[in-house]
C-alpha cells in the first residue's frame, strides 16, 4: 500500500496533519466479521466515509481565509493490518515532527444516527481543544467528549508520539467489516454536518 499525500503550504511555522485511511478488508481475507460466502467488503462507512472528509477539508482548506498552520493531508494505507500506514509516515514525515501542531483524524463517519452524537476523542491531549469546542456551537451534532487519544486507528500513532490529535466517529454498527457497509446507508447530510464542523474546529 501507499499513503496518498496533498499539502496546502501556507508558508506557516506549523503544520496540522488531516487524515483517514483508504484501505478496507477487500474479499475480506483479513479482520472480515462476515460469515456467509467470499464477498467484496466496499467499506462505505470504514473508511471511505473519512476519505470523503479528507478531500472536503482538502477543498475547503485550499480555499480559506486561516493562513496561519499549514495542512497536510494524507489517506493512510494500511489501516487494517495495524496502522502501517501512518507509523511509516510519522517515521518518514515529510516535515519536522515538532513542527506539527496537532492531528486530526476522521475513520467512520458516515452513520450519523438521529440523535446526532458524534464522538470526538483527544479533546484532553491539547490544553486548548476544550476551550476551542466550548466556542463553537453547532446545533446539528451532539458531540461526546473523550479526554483520552486513544484509540484503534491511525491517530493513535500520532497520540503515543506525544502530539495533540482529535478523532471522530459516528459510531459502531451492525455492518461494521461486512459487506453491507455500502453507499446506500450513508447518512450524506450527517457526514456533512462532521466535516463542517470539523472545518470549524
Known sequence: GRNVVGFIDNKAPYTVII????????????????????AIHN???DNASGVTGLLFLAETLSKSRYKKNNYLLVAFSGEELGLLGS??????APVPTDKINYMIN?????????????AVSGVG???????VMD????????????????????????YQSGIPVLAFFTGQHEDYH?????????????????AQYIYNI
Open 106 to 118: 476522521m475513520d467512520m463517519i458516515g452513520r450519523l444516527r438521529a440523535e446526532s452524537k458524534l
Open 87 to 92: 507509523k511509516y509516515f510519522l517515521e518518514n
Open 135 to 158: 466556542g463553537i456551537k453547532y446545533p446539528d451534532l451532539d458531540i461526546k467528549r473523550e479526554l483520552s487519544g486513544a484509540g484503534p486507528s491511525d491517530h493513535m500513532t500520532f
Open 178 to 194: 461486512k459487506p453491507s457497509d455500502d453507499a446506500h446507508l450513508i447518512n450524506y447530510t450527517g457526514m456533512k454536518h462532521v
Open 43 to 45: 467499506g462505505a462507512d
Open 19 to 38: 487524515g483517514a485511511h483508504y484501505d478496507h478488508l477487500g474479499y475480506g481475507e483479513h479482520g472480515s466479521l462476515h460469515s456467509g460466502d467470499r
Open 125 to 131: 491531549t491539547s490544553p486548548v481543544f476544550e476551550k
